[in-house]
């Protein structure tokens, strides 16, 4: 068990969750706002529904938790037409720019034990076991018949 893949990405899911959550409260955000926020960031005058089917959301969860983010004005919605759109108020630029740096952050932290070219290696190797057509167990299972 200690040796797969599965209980190192278990351990690395929870170790980022604790980092992003410790850095996300000090703004009143939770770890669930991080995706949202950082999709607005990148798609300003997104709609409700871009966001909720590009980070793959249920309708209801997407919903209620842009409600709460606009409610803590860290989002602005304006209905154009026959949509919402989706853009950051001054607080959430903010959030966003905090949201977005947690992944380096704590990638450095995280990597400190490797150089440049191992960790280069990692994400190679990471990128090429992530492709999802050549590892997936139904793939597999129909190329042997």
Same mark, same amino acid.
């Given at each position: 068990?200690?040796?797969?893949?599965?209980y190192y990405?278990?351990?690395?899911?929870?170790?980022?969750t604790?980092?992003?959550?410790?850095?996300?409260?000090?703004?009143?955000?939770?770890f669930?706002s991080?995706?949202?926020v950082?999709? *607005?960031?990148k798609?300003?005058?997104?709609?409700?529904?871009?966001?909720?089917?590009?980070?793959?959301?249920?309708?209801?969860?997407?919903?209620?938790c842009i409600?709460k983010? *606009?409610?803590?004005?860290?989002?602005?919605?304006?209905?154009k037409?026959?949509s919402?759109?989706?853009n950051?108020?001054?607080?959430g630029?903010?959030?966003?720019e905090?949201?977005?740096?947690?992944?380096?952050?704590w990638?450095?932290q995280?990597l400190?034990?490797?150089?440049?070219?191992?960790?280069?290696?990692?994400?190679s190797?990471?990128?090429?076991?992530?492709k999802?057509?050549a590892?997936s167990?139904?793939?597999?299972?129909?190329?042997?018949?």
């Amino acid at each position: 068990m200690f040796q797969t893949l599965s209980y190192y990405t278990t351990m690395l899911h929870r170790d980022f969750t604790t980092y992003v959550t410790q850095q996300l409260q000090a703004l009143g955000l939770s770890f669930g706002s991080l995706f949202p926020v950082i999709y *607005v960031g990148k798609h300003p005058e997104c709609t409700q529904a871009e966001l909720t089917a590009a980070l793959g959301l249920d309708w209801g969860y997407s919903q209620r938790c842009i409600t709460k983010l *606009v409610e803590a004005g860290f989002l602005l919605r304006e209905k154009k037409g026959k949509s919402y759109h989706l853009n950051l108020s001054q607080k959430g630029q903010q959030a966003f720019e905090v949201s977005h740096q947690v992944f380096f952050d704590w990638d450095e932290q995280f990597l400190t034990a490797l150089n440049q070219q191992e960790r280069e290696q990692l994400f190679s190797l990471l990128a090429k076991a992530t492709k999802k057509e050549a590892n997936s167990i139904c793939m597999r299972q129909s190329k042997a018949l």
